[in-house]
């Protein structure tokens, strides 16, 4: 009886397949890649600026770094 062998010739293609999903992915989510050196305060007013925090905590928070 003869057992068909495992398809080594995937494995590569595989291999770059993870590869080129990986560089495609980092180079649309630069946040997740490696970006993570934002400034507080810039991040402060781009929270801000899209409306995930309102007038009096943007500027108590402000304040806050200021103080650090």
Do not use: Q, W
């Not at 062998?5 to 993870?18: A, C, K, N, T």
């Not at 990986?22 to 630069?30: D, E, H, L």
């Amino acid at each position: 009886m003869h057992i068909a062998p495992f398809p080594f010739f995937l494995i590569p293609l595989i291999f770059f397949g993870l590869i080129i999903t990986a560089i495609i992915f980092c180079a649309r989510n630069r946040r997740s890649c490696g970006d993570s050196h934002i400034n507080p305060r810039t991040l402060l007013e781009r929270r801000f600026v899209n409306g995930e925090i309102t007038s009096s905590e943007y500027h108590e928070m402000k304040e806050v770094l200021k103080e650090k």
